[in-house]
């Protein structure tokens, strides 16, 4: 099976499929402490950022969806990633049953904007493509992800935690009205 990966322009970024040449940069994102911070909290050896960058892309072979590299205009690399997946975390029915959303920026990109703008558009494509209910999964200290979120339409299902960390899961039932 061979799936089209939409691509997505805003007013500032395109949301394009991932490509074999994006991988360094992949890796050296998800290697920045600024990046794990709020999602693992340690750095990602090139290994695991290879196995992630294999997943992204199969993603959307197997389900339809997946996210995509966020490429801010004239930019010669990609800022960082949003989109959707099932990440089946054995975090009960109500969270691991429906696609979560993520994002992640390189922090060169942070308090700009391009968080937002590449997750709106994200979620236009979801709404009017695929259609349904959607969650997330922030830690409680990240602020930013929290604004986002809750820009999305997005409510608070419970708190729990995630390897031993606190995480406080969120559900979307729809388009924000």
Request: include cysteine; hydrophobic fraction near 40%.
């Amino acid at each position: 099976m061979s799936r089209t990966i939409p691509t997505i322009n805003t007013q500032r970024l395109t949301l394009r499929g991932m490509r074999a040449e994006d991988f360094s940069r992949f890796a050296e994102i998800w290697s920045m402490p600024g990046v794990v911070e709020y999602i693992d909290g340690a750095p990602w050896p090139r290994s695991k950022a290879w196995a992630a960058f294999l997943r992204n892309a199969g993603h959307w072979q197997i389900t339809g969806f997946g996210q995509w590299a966020i490429h801010r205009h004239r930019a010669p690399e990609m800022s960082g990633q949003a989109g959707f997946f099932y990440a089946k975390r054995d975090l009960g029915d109500d969270f691991d049953s429906f696609p979560e959303a993520g994002w992640v920026l390189a922090p060169d990109a942070h308090g700009q904007g391009f968080g937002i703008e590449a997750v709106r558009a994200a979620h236009d494509w979801f709404d009017r493509v695929i259609t349904g209910q959607l969650v997330c999964m922030i830690a409680p200290e990240n602020t930013p992800s929290f604004r986002i979120a809750e820009a999305m339409g997005y409510q608070h299902l419970r708190d729990t935690e995630l390897e031993g960390d606190p995480v406080t899961l969120m559900v979307r039932k729809g388009p924000p009205q």
